[in-house]
Structures are given as structure tokens and as C-alpha cells.
């Protein structure tokens, strides 16, 4: 008694562990009342027991040990800290509880391990368990799996994972104790319950008699499934749902998502894998490769069978791979097609994702074995490509399946297509994005339109999938040319499709329920949708709770609630509804006072308005007929600033408050973006948008808004939407913008002549920076240095900003869908790759040949470098590429194992290329060849693990870590002991994990290996490892990192431990998913990895080539550069290391370099001539340049180059050497020309290696150098001879295909200079071999130099002979590239204006297609009257050309400039336009002189002169400066009178009008201060608004001397280098200046005729579009003038004109491909802009003249070539100026077809009835009303009011002008007491004057003193009339009728002056012309030749008269009185000239 008294006062936990049984059964019973005690879960007393748990359960006393399992039970039932001792407790109570005999002991035991299972430990439980399954004991083995099968029992397979469980139970059927096999078998039937039939292949291999017991008892099983009946702590609220369940009985809520059972297992993942590549047969890669099909055949079946096993273990298959690969792709024996097909199934299905890596190279190869026909081999290869998807995705593939489905081939087209339709079925919403949907549409949209109904039926099937897949609503975007019959079609095959496993565990009953939901759901909105989830309104009358709505995809986007995020739709509804809707929520004074007159009366409208809309619920907001009511008359056109305001303001507020919808926001754009720009109302128009934006979503708010914004012209509307951009940005944040669009909007704003908007564009990429990172740059690579600099100026202020955190766009989610991707992208590691995915790639597959991959992989590594050079010059080039690289990742992987150390690191280099060049399509090659990466960081050298390390992280920062964490690749690496690989990667995974919100499981893998590094002997590893610990336990939790320790030794157990404590305290915070996700995206990729991505960059490259340098030379220093590269942080140190070397080196060099350059060695040149033809040397001929090459350079250089100039040249790393040296040698060429000379060949020779290099600065320094060499060689009469040509000319010729133009530029001149040095016939060969270029830019710009080589030299250049050469040239004109067609052309062009019809006889047999586009060419542009016959060289044939061209024309050598100067001619059109003039003038010419000698010839050349002076014979003749001081007297017009007119007409006529005459003549001289002088001139007059009227009658002949002076500026002056561009801005401003003033006055403006405005337009587009005038100083001001000049243009001239003149202008330019598109384009954005004012000027346009041109337009490009053409703008802007025209006009439109023959076939006339019919119930009503009204007889002032309108109108129009004066005279005769005055009131002095005579003249032909008949409706047609039009060639125009009005008078017998005399000679001479009244309804559309003609003769009489009265004045004898002998004269005077010259 006394032992027990002494233990009795004991504490309980003392008792617990006393040695005396009792006093433990004792402290057990005390403990357990205790445990039931404890109310707290975490008080300090459960602490105490925290150790003794285990002792509690293992007690060696069986009585005690029955007590301790119940005390310990209730511990950890109700103790907080109870999980801590998990793995200890279930250990001992396996080995020490589970073998008792008494069953309490053991029922207690299973029970403490449920317990531990339900508090969230039931990995730790179900571990021991199954290690007990392997004790000897079969008590314990049994209770084991009674236990384990409890658990699953209860707490479902959910809590269990069944995986470890399955993998072990086959060996316990094999036990011999029958109780473990019945307990297995037991077991066996519960895991069947929850998994099916995803047991039955595990247990495959066990008795069959077992396996027919269980099946016996697995038939008996209910189908309906478990479900869990216990729950884990964390469960519940699911608990208490469960007990409710019960309680009610019922299973009502078998769909409700968290009741489903378990997600089906995949049998897969219970297999156990098998190693099948050490089981290939030893010969199987050479029987596969032998003749005999048997022995390929047993191979393959041998391949079969392995790989029939359902799992594969993961090894290096790329071998086998490409085996069978080739079998399938070249095997004549389908049998083995088949089998080879069936080997690759079974390796994708048992190695499934890890078989990944190698779809890629299998794919293509399956897609085009599909030509086979036999069924077996398509079916195989059917199952085959299947299974490879479920590899893959459908992301990797889509390009290989685009690549094929335009086959030729109908079965292969078909099976592609059968093959996505297949695959779509395994997709959902998110996998298969709207990108992909993008990328397929249009190729299934091509099939559905094939020949072969199989293909259509394939297309149809695939589409229908996609739309059961992602909805209707996603994809009818991209099906809306479809007719209706296939959109049925497609509808109804996805009707027809059964996706699998709708509701992931086979929920049927929810998916049945989700169907009535979805059915029932459309009626409550306005749209039906046959997809995606309903509203919640209409789901909850249903019934059915919201959740059931839910896509399929809602378990991805895990607390999320679709049914309110999902966009509200609705129709467009028509005004009146409009109306009765706002009626019935707007007070009734409101609605009536919207539209009032007085603006206060509408402001107090807008108040009520909006008081009411404050006041509205969101239910009763009929928000889009409110908007329209805001829109309504006089809407966004509101003039007070503040009924403007109000009305944005309200806009806001109804976004803001209703349900507000696409539909109501496309009311509103327009007017909100029209006035952001204003100052008073711009700040409330960007609320609005703000607003808008919020309910419709940002990223299509602002597609919406700046297509807008971008079509107007209105450069503050521009700036302030891309200002406001930027600030949404930021406060919606980035997800879901369209990221394409905005970049060309964005180029479109760079480009702007006005600086806010290009500051605006700059700012909003510095915010689109912020999301997107570095690869937004990408996109402005080629724009200008200037503005380049700016973008990264810009660029820089961002770096290392994060963007801010998204706070609207929350309420609505429009971009739902978008968001969820931007999620995944994230995961991925960042959203700025997305960004990559819209640069345009190259496929480089074609270029990787074998022949290069063999070279990769060579013995010699000579030839294994020369292999990586090939494959590093093929990247460069391509810049961009497609993933698919060929077999280029196995041959690169090899290399990076090499054991020359170079060849690594040069590989590295590639990689580091084939990384920026991928982007994020990289992430494929991620395990084949990203992972050998991580394997050189293992290398010794330092240098090379830097290279492997900077690869890595180029590699990362485009795919993002997630693939390199997935799979075993990674801990593989880790299970290397190599402590430098060790090192490297625990650094590089400290640095990465922590931006990582989620890592992959796998990254489990690497714990075991990063617990070893711990004890790594290393210090460095153990250093790294500790690091890296809190960043793993940072995403796997402290709890599994601390469970993995079991697994260590008991050594390293305990240390490990105390390691993971330490790790716990510093864990860092794992990143929270943000609560927006469009901010999101960037917070990986912004801020600190956004500069680290800058900084791996910026410096791959500089550390290759320092190491390369180190090698060669071998430095002593190379561990110091390296040490300062590599770390980040000490960046800029290692380039402070770098100088400290140079500076010691630069006195002594400076010393050097003040000698020559070039040492001069007699015959130094001819020697290596000579051993270059004895082939001592290697000949200089290559594709790409090898090493062997640049050594012998190298060599011969050093004898005479001086040492420092060399080491600069052939300096490895810093370009900026180089261009100095460059620019060194440039600086010294004059000093040193003999030098230069000398080494010629050498130099010439170094720059052809700078054209294989891609450092631009380098070649514009060397194309500069060499554009200074030539000339000076030239002028030194130095030829370059074969040597140096052929080793040069090739590889110059290789850059004029750059993709810069500014480089081309440069070659094109260089190769002009270049023929003054050498024979261009030399010349000619080099340019035919660059027609032969698969560069297509390349071969356009050669045939674009031969043409200038024929037509500058004649035809004998070409070689070897002019028929082999057009042969060779001609092939091309049928290439498949559109400016390798047109170079063609004009080539053969040339060829034909030399020599004629012979060209055709040269060029050899064409086809019909080719033919008819050369003849069209040679139609429309080809000179007039060709050379007969070639010269043998250039000076000849441009002596002879006029001579053969005009040989009796004095004026042939007008406006041409010396022949030594080609370049420098006018251009061909001008050249035309004069010989067409001087052909048809001859006649005239001849008559004029005999019979008026006193008309002045401005345009005569002075032949006297010209045979005195040899130098200047084809310069422009100095023209005769006029005093206008008589202009600024007032002009006095005479009164008009029938029979009498005034004596001063003639003075007037021939002293002022003369006089202009004269003074525009000098605008076009060649002289640019003449020119300047006579504008100065004419702007004096224009300035003076009196003295203005002075100019009516001559525009016409203004502009064309304009637009001359333009083109000669553009083709002339500017390519000039000897004329001062201040000169030509000078003389562009004087121009400009004219012109603004000139269409300043609409009176003088409106006189300029289509065919002139066409031209004028045409040189002021040129103008805008001249690269060369930004170079000018304010050149971007100058362009900001012409564009100002544009507008006044558009709107000031005749509206029908301008119209006219603009299509027939984009009829040309469309036609004309060879022109820029920038061209069409800024001349469609000028119709645009005509026809947004056509509601304004549809009264003022000749609708008939109008639609000729438009069906002229459609005749040369029906609706079906509009559509070929690369832009689709064309067509949308026909289609919108004819659907404006029938809006405005209504079925009118129709009458208005007169002018057009045949308009019964007119494609116009047909589109006209089809709008009309659409249109026609609205317009149609209106057009009743009128007719009503025109029936009333009452004559309303309206009335009066619209018969005068339309009477003034007709008098305004040329071609109405005489109907409408007869008109209006009957209607003053019928009404006298009519008031005229308010319709003369506004319009000018002289249009009132007209309208008074032409109204007298009519009363005085009434009463029978005239000849025109009174009812007369067109313009007389006498002959008097009719000589006077061919004069000048215009149409009638008031100004100038009024000229030839008061001729007509004179004419009628009043002076037969000597003007009337020379009209009416000119009649009788051209007999009867065409009447007027044809002139004027159809007029002229070719351009303004024609007007030319008749000005030039205007001013050619003028000049004669003006000449020959000052001859006669000064007594001087008159020319020739005949015209004969005045032809004689010319002809002798111009032999004598040309004998002068030679």
C-alpha cells in the first residue's frame, strides 16, 4: 500500500509514465476524465501530453494499454495539437494494438486512426497503414486492411487516395492467410464502389478465380454511388447538410456540386509504369532501316508489343520516335504504315503528357500520310493522332493542322478536319479559347465552300463541335458570311455531338437539369441564346438554384458567380418604341422640350431628365431608349456647352445605373468621342466613357472608341481618347484588351503630324509597358531613331513600376472569359508572352536541312561549328519563328554535352536566339531540349555555366516556370551530386519561386534532394539549399516538407528538422491571388522580373563573346568579367571592370593611329589576284561566311592594314569599334585614295561579312562609306576590276532584298553609283542571279534595277543576250508575290519603250493570264510612240529619243534634263502628258502662227539662243517676269447687253487674262526662285478678296502648273544633293500657301474640275507620304500644312468634283499595286471623310456623275476582286458611301442611273436595289408624305420655298445651270410678286449678276431674238458653243460662262474682233465636235491630261501674242508666214543644235 500511496499524489502525466502498472492505469482513467474536462481546444494543458501520446497506446500492460487507447482517443478528439503526433501514435498502434487478441484493443486502435483522419491527417494514417501491410504478422496485415477499408468507407475516396492503396492490394490476394485474402477481397468490393471499373486493370494479373469472385460481388453492387458519411473538421457545414439529408429522408439535392461523388479515377494513374526502351531488340534501328519489309515488319511488331503496355516509364524516346515516324511518312508498305501508326498510339496512351515532346515532330507527318485511301491505315492513323492529343494541346498543334487543311489533297483536308472536330470534343470553354477559334473559323469557313462533299460534311462537323464546345454566341462572330442552309447545317451537327463527361464524375442527373435551365432561359431576354448559362432572374422561377446554370467550365473559376457577371444583350428597338418607353418614365414637359429651339428650354429638360434617371430603380431603366432619346434631334450635335454637359453627364449616369448594353453604348460613342476633345465638355465625355466601359467591358469600349476616334481627322479628339486610354488602363487594369488592334492605332497616332497625339500615343505605351513588359517594343522596331528614342524614353520612366491594382470593371463582366485566361497566364508566369503571339513568325522548318543537322552532329567539330554558324544565321534572318524547328532540338541537344567547350557555349548562344525568336510557343520544347540547359550548369568552367545560366533565364522569361517544375525532369537534375549544378539551380529556383502563385506538385519530387544538399560536403550547396528552403516550404507547407523527412535517415533526420524550425520563422507570405485579375497579369512581369528580363537581354551576348574572346586570346582575366556578368546585381561593375583595360591600352594606341591607315605594297592587289586564280587561297565564294574565310582575311590584311585599324574592324564584341573604324577610314579616304585603292579588294571583302551580320548601325555606316567611295572612284577614273566586283557585287546585291527600306534605298543607290565604276552591262548578270532569290523583296528590287539599267543604257546591257534576258525576266511576271509581278512589268515596260512591239518576239511565249496583265501594263503606261530601234549606249539613245520621238516638234526637249543624270528626269506621266500635248498642237500651232503673229509663246524655247550656247541645251528656258500692278486696279464688268458689248472686253481679255496666263506659266519652271517669284505673284492676288475675281477662269491652269511644280519637286529637286532644302521648303511653303488661300474663296475654289483635282489630290497625298520631307527642317510642320491643305481641299471644292476625282483616284491606286498602300489608304480615309458630310452636300452633288464612276470602279474591281485585295477597307468604303447615298436619297437613288449604259448588267445597280429594298418601308413612308403634299394646290410658303431651293439648285450645278434659269423664269412668270431676295441674299456679287442676265437673255430669246428654244432642258448645242469646249476642255462652270456668254454675244454679230475670228477658224478647221450637252453628262475620268492640252495651248497663244506684240513694237520682222516653212526652219534650227553637240 505504501508503493501505491506514493505514486497516488502524483500529477496525472507523471502517473501516465510511472514504471508501475497501476499508477499508469490509474493516470490513464484520471487523464481520460481530464481530456473530457477541457473545454478549450488550445489550452496549455494539452501540451503536457504531447509526448506521452504514443506511450498511451503502446503500453506493454494489455489491462493499462485498453485504458491508455481510450484516454488517447479522447485527446485527439478534442486537443488542438493532437495532429503533431499523427505518425508516431498510428505507428505504435499498428505495431503494438493491431496484433492483440482482444478485439476492444483493436476496434480502439482502428478508431484512434479514423480520429486522426477526420482532424486532416489522413496521409499520415494511410502511410503507416500500408507500411503495416507489409509486417510479418497477419493480425496486423488483416486489421490494416480492415482499417484502410473503413476509411474509405466513410470518409469516401475523396479523403483516401485510393493510388498507393490499389498499388499495393494485388500481393495481398496472394497471402496465404485466407483471413488477409478475404479482408483484400473485402477491400477490393469497397474500392470498386467508388472507382468502377478503373479497378479492373490493376487486378489483371491476380488468380483467376479470385478475379471471377470479384466479379461476382462486384455485380451485386447498387449503381447508385457512395457517398461519404463521415467528414474531416474542415467539412462541417457539409456535415450538417448531410445530417439535414438524412433527417428529411430525401435525396433532393443529387445534383448540388458538393455532393457528387469522387471524380472518376483514371485507371492510368493506378498503373504501375514499365521500362520498355532496354527491351527494344539490340538490331531494332537496323532492322527498321532494312530493305526486306519482313524484317522492318518484325521490328515494329516487336515495338507493338511493348508498347501495349498501359503506362510507359519516361525515358529518352526521341529515337524511336523518329523511327517510326519515317516509316509513316516513307514506307510503301501500308502494313507497316499501319503498325508503325498503331506503335505510336500505344507510346502517346502509355506515356501520355510526357509524350508531348514529341507530337510535334509526329503530327505533320500523320496529317499527310491521310492521303492514303484504305481504311485499315486511316483508321490506325486516326487512333494514333487521337491519342496524341490527349498529349498534347491544341495550341502546339494548331499550326501543323492550319499548315494542311488548304491541301490539295480532299482526304487529307477532310481527316484534318474530322481530327479537330474529334479533339474539340475534349475541350472546354478555357482550352479552346477565342484565339484558337480565330485561327480555325476561316479555314473550316474555306471547306464548307469545297468541291468535295466530304470536306464540306468534315467542316460542318468540326464547326458544330466547336459550337456545342464554347456556345453559339462564341462562335457566330466568325460564321457571319455564311449563308443560312450551312449555318443550319453546322447547328445541326452540334445537335448531333455528345461530349464526354459533361459534368466531370459523370453527374447525369445535374446535366439533365442544366438542359430545361438553358432551354427556358432565353425567352426572358430579348436574344435568344442557345447557349451559356441564364440569368439568375429567370433561373431562380425555375426553380432551380443559380448554381446549376454553372458551364461546364465554372469548376476552374472556383468562387465566381456567372449568372451575374454574364453580358446583358439586347435588340436594337426602333424610335417610336423609344419614345412610348422614356414617356413612361420622363415627365411629359421634359419629352417635349428635348428638341426645343431655345437652348434654356433644353437645359431645363436635361434637368428633369436627369433628375428622373436619379430617381429610377434598375429594373424600370429602359436604358437604351433613353440614350436615343438623348441622341434625338439635335443630339451630339447640341451647340450650348451646357445642354452638352448635362447630356454626358446623364450618359454616365444611366451606365452607371441601368442595365446597360452594347446596343445603347453604339448610341453614344459617337456623340462621346466627338466631344472629348472639347475644353468645356471633354471632362464629362470621358465620365460617360468610363461608365460605358464599366457596363460594356474595357477592352471593347476602346476598340469601339478608337476605330472611331481614328477615322475622324480630328487631331484633339485623337489625343485626349488615347490620354483617356491610359488612365483606363490603369483603373480597369489589361485583361481582355485587344493588344493587335491598339498597336496599329497606336502606329497610326505615332505617325501624326500633331504633337499631342503622338504624346498621347507615347504615354498610353508607356502604360501598356507597365502590363506588357520589354516585348511591347518588339512592335515599333522599325519606326524612326527619332521616335524611337522617345517610345524608350518613355519605356525607361516605367521601369521597375508595378501597375496599380484594377479597381473598376468589377460590376459587370463582360471580359470574364478573358480574365480566366489572363489567370492561367499568370500561373504559366506572367501575361507578357501573350504579347508574343501577335509578332508575325517565320516557319524556319523548311531551312533546318538534314544536311545542316548532320552538319550539327559531325565528328570533326570544324564542321560541327560551321553547322551552329549555319543554324545561328538562319534564326537571325527569320527573327520571328514558329515553333516547328525541325530535328533542330536533338542536334542542339548533343551539343550541349560537346566536349568542345566553344561549340557549348555557341549553342547556348542559339538557344539564347531560338528564345527571343519563339516566344512563348517555346514552352514545347521546354523537357527535349530546356532541360539539357539546366544540365551545362553542372559544366566546370565558369564561363560556361554563366552562357547556360543566361540561356536559362532567357528560356524562362518566355515560357514562364510552371513546365519546368512539372514532371521528374527537374529532381532528376537535382539527383546529380554535382555540386556546381546543384548550386546553380537551388539559386535560380530561390530567385523564381517566390513570384509564383501556384507551383505544380511535382516540384514534391525535389524535396528528397534538396534535404540531401543540406548535407551537401559543399559549403556553397548547403549555403544555396538553406536559401531555398523557406521558398519550398512557402508553397508546399510546412507539413509536407516536415512528413518527407521521414523518409531520411535517422541521422539526418534530426538536423533537417532543426533546419525546416529555422525555415518556418522566415518564411515568406505566399503571393494571394489579386481580387481583380487584370492587374494581376503584370505583378509577375512587371516590376523587378520585367528588369531582370532586361538586364539577361542586354547581356547574353557581350558574355558569349567575352568567353569566345578569352579563349582565343587567352587573357588571364576571364574569372572576373564572368564573376561581374553573372550576378545581376553587380551589372554595372562589370562594365566599369571592363574599361580599366582600355584605358592602359589607349596612349599607345593613340600613338599608332596617327600613321596611315594603308600600307601600300607594290603589286600587292595583283598578287592576291594571282593566288586567288591559282587557288593558293580560298576563292571569296559563299552562302554564309566560315571561319576559314574571315582567318584568310584576317591574313591578308595584316600585311597592309594598319595593326589598330584591324583589331577595330575584327573586334568580337562591341559593334561601336567597327563603326568608328569605318567612319576612321571614311575621314581618310581623300588623304589616303592611293591606299584606299590599293586595298580595295580587302575592303570590299570585309564589308560582304558585315552583310551577313544583323547589327544595323554597322551597315548604315558601311553603306554611307561606300556611297562616299564610288563617286570618288568615279571621279578618279577608276574601274573596278573582276576580282573585286565578283567577290563584292553578289553579297551588296543580297541586302537590297533588307526588309528596312532605308537599307534598300541605300543599295539601290549605291548600285546606281556603282555603274560608273563598272560596266553596267558587268553589272546586269549579278542583278539576273538576284531575280533567282527566295527573298521576294529581293528579287522585286532587282528587276526594278534592270528596268533603270534598260531604259538608262539601252538593251545592250543586257547579257548574255536580250532574248535569253527577258525570257529569265518575263518568268517572273507570273510570281506569286504581288511586287515580284509588278517590278516584272515595268521591267518589260522599259524594254518596250526602247524598243517597241519587239519586246514580245524577246519575251518568248506567255501565258494568257500573263499575257493580258503585260498588255494592260503596256496600255496604260507605256510612251506613246516607242523608239524604233536601240542605241548602243546611254548618251546616244537619249540624244536620239527626241528626235525619233517628235522629229518636227521645236519643244522636244522641253523639260528634259541632262542625260548623264537619269535619275534626276521628270517623271514618265509629266513626260507623256507634254509629248501628247505637242502631237496634238502641231496642227494648231502651225494655223495660229500664219494667222495671229502677235500671240506671245510663253512655252517656246528660244532656238537662237539655244544654238549659240552648247551647255545649257536641256535645261528649262528662263520665263519673262510680269509686272500685276494692272490687277490691283478695280476690274470694271460691262453691262451686259443683247446687241451691243463693251468696247473694253479685249483690253481687259488680253492684259489680264494674258498676263496670268503668263505668270502661271512660270509656277512649273525648273528654276525654283522663278517659281517662288510668280507665286509670290499670284498670292498677292489671291490675298486681295477684290482683286481675287481676277483668277476665275484659270484654276484650272493653276493647279496644273501646281501639281507639276509638285511632281518635279518630288522627282527632281529633292533627289537633288546639290540644291539647298531650304530652297524646297521654301518653294513647298509658297505652294502650300496658294493653294490654302485659293480654297479659302468656295466661289474660285469650285471652278477646279475633277480630272485636276484628281491630280492635285494625288501630289498632295505624295507630299504626306515623302519620307524625305520629315528630313527637312520642319518637315513634320510642312506635312501638318498639307494636311490642313487636304481638308480645305474636300471641303471647299465642287462636292461632286472632289467626290468624283477621289474614286477614280482609288480606282488607280488599287490598280497600281506597285504604289504604297499607304497611298489607298490616306485617299479611302479622305472619302470616308466626304462621306460623313453627305447629309450636309448631298444636295450639292451630281448624283449621277457620282454612281458612273462608282459603277466604273465596279466594273474594274467586282465585289469578288475587292475582296482578294490584302485590306478589306475598299470594299467597307464602297459599301458605306453607296448604303449613305440610298439612306439620303431613298428609292430616288434609282433615277439617277442615266449616264450609265447597260445599267440592266451594272453589278452598282443590283447592290443600289438590294439597300434600297432593306431601307425601303422607312424612306418609303416619307416619300409618300411628299407626294401627298405635292398634291395640295395651295401654294405654303414650305412649298414656295422647296420649288425655289431646287430651282437654285439646278442653276448652281454645271450640267442643270441653263434648265434651271428657264425654270426659274417661268416661275416669275407665273408668280410676279415671288421674293428671290433670300435665296440671292448669301451668295456671291458675281452669281447674282449671272443669274440676272442669263434670266434677261432667256426674255430676249422668248421673243423670238434668240435661237434657243424656250423649253429647251440642256445646253445649246451650236457650233459656236461647241468650238469653245475643246479650248480648254473643261466643264461649264458659272465663272467661266460667263466668259463665253459675252463670246457668244460678240458672235452674234456685234465685233468680229480677231478672237472671234480665230474661234470660228478653229471650228471650221476641226469640223463638227461632239455636243455639249455629251461633254457634260459624261465626263472625262481620265485624270487631267486632257485639260493639260487645251491650258498649255491657252498659254502657248498667250506667250505668242505677248511676244510678237513686243516684236512688233520694236519693228522686228515676224516668223515664217506658212506653216510649212515654219516647220522647215524648226527642223534645221534643231540639226544644227544636235550638230553643236556632238
Partial sequence: ????????????????????????????????????????????????????????????????????????????????????????????????????????????????????????????????????????NPKIVVTCIETLRKALSEFGSKIITLKPVVKVLPKQFESREKAVRDEAKLLAVEIYKWIRDALRPPLQGINSVQLKELEEEWVKLPTAAPKQSRFLRSQQALKAKFEQQQAAGGDEADGDKDDEPAPQVDPYELLEAVEILSKLPKDFYDKIEAKKWQERKEALEAVETLAKNPKLENGDFGDL?????KVIGKDANVMLVTLAAKCVAGLAAGLRKKFGTYAGHVVPTILEKFKEKKPQVVQAL?????????????????????????????????????????????????????????????????????????????????????????????????????????????????????????????????????????????PAVAPARSSGPPKKAPAAKLGGPPKKGKPASAPSAKGKKCPETKEFVETEISIEVCEERSATVLPASCMQLLDSANWKERLASMEEFQKAVEQMDKSEMPCQALVRMLAKKPGWKETNFQVMQMKLHIVGLIAQKGSFSKTSAFVVLDGLVDK???????????????????????????????????????????????????????????????????????????????????????????????????????????????????????????????????????????????????????EDGGGAPDVMDLLPRTDISDKITQDMVDKVGDKNWKIRKEGLDEVAAVISEAKFIQPSIGELPMALKGRLNDSNKILVQQTLTILQQIAVAMGPALKQHVKNLGMPIITVLGDGKTNVRAAAMTTLQAWVEQTGMKDWLEGEDLSEELKRENPFLRQEVLGWLAEKLPAMRTVPSDLMLCVPYLYSCLEDRNGDVRKKA???????????????????????????????????????????????????????????????????????????????????????????????????????GAAKKGVLGKKAPVTKATAKDEEDRSGVIFILLPNGKEQRIKEEKGLKVLKWNFNTPRDEYVDQLKTQMSTCFARWLQDELFHASDFQRQVKAIGVMGERMEDELEGTVSCLDLILKWFTLRFFETNSTVLMKVLEYLKLLFPTLSRENYHLNEYEASSFIPYLILKVGESKDVVRKDVRAILTMLCKVYPASKVFPFLMDGTKSKNSKQR??????????????????????????????????????????????????????????????????LSEKEMSMLEERVKRFAKKTPAAAPQPAKQAAERERPQREHPSNPNATFMRKPAQQPQEDVPNKLKIMYRTYRIQARAQNAVREHSHPSIPKEFQLDLDMIENDHTRVSELPDLVQHKLDELLEPIMMPEPKIRSVSPHFDDLHNSTASTINFVISQVASGDINTSIQALAQIDEVLRQEDKAEAMSGHIDQFLIATFMQLRLIYNTHMADDRLDKKDIFKLYSCIIGNMLSLFSMESLAREASMGVLKDLMHGLITLMLDARVEDIEDGQQLIRSVNLLVVRVLEKSDQTNILSALLVLLQDSLTTSSGSPMFSELVMKCLWRMIRFLPETINSINLDRIL???????????????????????????????????????????????????????????????????????????????????????????????????????????????????????????????????????????????????????????????????????????????GSVPLNGEEMKPAVYYERLKILRQRQGLENNSRAQLLQQEEGDSGPMRPIASLLSKPSVASSTDMLQSKLSQLKESRESHFQQEQSHSHSPTRCSSPSANLDDLKKRLERIKSNRQ
Fill in 1340 to 1405: 522585286a528590287e532587282c528587276l526594278e534595277e534592270l528596268g533603270c539599267l534598260i531604259e538608262n543604257y539601252g538593251m545592250n546591257v543586257c547579257q548574255p543576250t536580250p532574248a535569253k534576258s527577258m525570257k529569265e525576266i518575263a518568268v517572273h511576271i507570273g510570281d506569286r508575290d504581288n511586287s515580284v509581278r509588278n517590278a516584272a512589268l515595268n521591267t518589260v515596260l522599259a524594254v518596250y519603250n526602247v524598243c517597241g512591239d519587239q519586246v514580245y518576239k524577246l519575251i518568248g511565249n
Fill in 321 to 325: 520516335v523518329r523511327a517510326l515516324r
Fill in 1 to 136: 500500500m505504501g508503493d501505491d500511496s506514493e505514486w497516488m499524489k502524483l500529477p496525472i502525466d507523471q502517473k501516465c509514465e510511472h514504471k508501475v502498472w497501476k499508477a499508469r492505469l490509474n493516470g490513464y482513467e484520471e487523464a481520460l476524465k481530464l481530456f473530457k474536462r477541457i473545454e478549450d481546444e488550445k489550452s496549455p494543458e494539452w501540451g503536457k501530453y504531447l509526448g506521452l501520446l504514443k506511450k498511451f497506446v503502446t503500453d506493454s500492460n494489455a489491462v493499462a494499454q485498453l485504458k491508455g487507447l481510450e484516454a488517447a482517443l479522447a485527446y485527439i478528439e478534442n486537443a488542438h495539437v493532437a495532429g503533431k503526433t499523427s505518425g508516431e501514435v498510428v505507428s505504435g498502434v499498428v505495431s503494438k494494438v493491431f496484433n492483440q487478441p482482444k478485439a476492444r484493443a483493436k476496434e480502439l486502435g482502428s478508431d484512434i486512426c479514423l480520429m486522426y483522419m477526420e482532424i486532416e491527417r489522413a496521409e499520415v494514417v494511410q502511410d503507416e497503414l500500408i507500411k503495416g501491410l507489409d509486417n510479418k
Fill in 382 to 522: 486516326q487512333e494514333a493522332i487521337d491519342a496524341i492529343f490527349l498529349t498534347t494541346n491544341l495550341q502546339n498543334i494548331s499550326e501543323d493542322v492550319l499548315g494542311v487543311m488548304d491541301n490539295k489533297n480532299p482526304s487529307i483536308k477532310q481527316q484534318a478536319s474530322l481530327f479537330l472536330a474529334r479533339s474539340f470534343r475534349h475541350c472546354t470553354q478555357a482550352t479552346l479559347p477565342k484565339s484558337m477559334l480565330k485561327a480555325f473559323c476561316p479555314a473550316f469557313l474555306k471547306q464548307v465552300n469545297d468541291s468535295a462533299p466530304e470536306v464540306r460534311d468534315a467542316a460542318y462537323e468540326a464547326l458544330g463541335t466547336a459550337m456545342k464546345v464554347v456556345g453559339e454566341k462564341a462562335v457566330n462572330p466568325f460564321l457571319a458570311d455564311l449563308d443560312k442552309l450551312k449555318l443550319d447545317k453546322i447547328k445541326e451537327s452540334a445537335d448531333k455531338v455528345e461530349l464526354p463527361g459533361k459534368k466531370g464524375g459523370g453527374g447525369g442527373v445535374g446535366a439533365e437539369k442544366k438542359a430545361p435551365a438553358a432551354k427556358a432561359a432565353p
Fill in 676 to 826: 472629348i476633345g472639347d475644353v468645356k465638355c471633354g471632362g464629362k465625355a470621358k465620365e460617360g466613357l468610363t461608365a460605358t466601359a464599366e457596363a460594356c467591358s474595357l477592352p471593347w469600349t476602346a476598340e469601339q472608341v478608337v476605330s472611331m476616334v481614328f477615322a475622324q481627322k480630328n487631331p484633339k479628339n485623337q489625343a485626349e481618347t488615347l490620354n483617356w486610354l491610359a488612365n483606363a488602363m490603369k483603373e480597369f487594369g489589361f485583361a481582355g484588351i485587344n493588344v493587335k488592334g491598339f498597336i496599329n492605332n497606336v502606329k497610326t497616332a505615332l505617325g501624326a503630324t500633331n504633337p499631342a497625339v503622338r504624346t498621347a500615343a507615347i504615354t498610353l505605351l508607356g502604360v501598356m509597358y507597365l502590363y506588357m513588359g520589354a516585348p511591347l517594343r518588339m512592335f515599333f522596331e522599325d519606326e524612326k531613331p527619332a521616335l524611337l528614342k522617345q517610345i524608350d524614353d518613355e519605356f525607361e520612366k516605367m521601369q521597375g513600376q508595378s501597375p496599380p491594382t484594377a479597381f473598376r470593371g468589377a460590376r459587370k463582366g463582360g471580359a470574364e472569359e478573358d480574365g480566366e485566361e489572363a489567370d492561367e497566364q499568370e
Fill in 1748 to 1922: 458612273l464612276d462608282v459603277h466604273n470602279f465596279m466594273k474594274v474591281f467586282p465585289k469578288e476582286k475587292l475582296k482578294q485585295l490584302k485590306s478589306d477597307v475598299p470594299h467597307r468604303t464602297l459599301k458605306t458611301l453607296l448604303h449613305t447615298l440610298c439612306k439620303l436619297t431613298g428609292a430616288k437613288i434609282l433615277d439617277h442611273m442615266s449616264m450609265i449604259e447597260n445599267k440592266n448588267d451594272s453589278e452598282l445597280e443590283a447592290h443600289l436595289r438590294r439597300v434600297v429594298k432593306h431601307s425601303g418601308n422607312f424612306s418609303g413612308m416619307k416619300s409618300d408624305r411628299g407626294t401627298e403634299k405635292g398634291q395640295d394646290d395651295r401654294m405654303s410658303k414650305a412649298k414656295v420655298s422647296d420649288i425655289l431651293s431646287e430651282i437654285f439648285k439646278k442653276i448652281g450645278s454645271k450640267e442643270n445651270t441653263k434648265e434651271g434659269l428657264t425654270e426659274l423664269y417661268e416661275y416669275k412668270q407665273k408668280y410676279s410678286d415671288a421674293d428671290l431676295e433670300p435665296f440671292l441674299r448669301n451668295t456671291s456679287q458675281f452669281f447674282q449678276s449671272y443669274v440676272e442676265r442669263g434670266l434677261r437673255m432667256i426674255e430676249s430669246e422668248r421673243e423670238g431674238k434668240g435661237r434657243i428654244q424656250p423649253s429647251s432642258t440642256v445646253i445649246p448645242q451650236h457650233g459656236l458653243d461647241s
Fill in 1026 to 1128: 538553406q536559401d531555398a528552403l523557406p521558398i519550398f516550404m512557402m508553397h508546399l507547407g510546412y507539413e509536407k516538407m516536415l512528413k518527407a523527412t521521414g523518409k531520411l535517415k535517422p541521422a539526418s533526420k534530426e538536423p533537417v528538422s532543426a533546419l525546416l524550425e529555422k525555415a518556418r520563422a522566415v518564411m515568406p507570405a505566399k503571393l494571394a491571388p489579386p481580387p481583380g485579375k487584370a492587374g494581376a497579369a503584370k505583378s509577375v512581369s512587371g516590376g523587378a522580373p520585367a528588369a531582370k528580363s532586361a538586364l539577361s537581354k542586354a547581356k547574353p551576348k557581350p558574355v558569349i563573346d567575352d568567353y569566345d574572346d578569352d579563349d582565343d586570346d587567352d587573357e588571364p582575366e576571364p574569372e572576373t568579367k564572368i564573376k561581374k556578368v553573372v550576378k545581376p
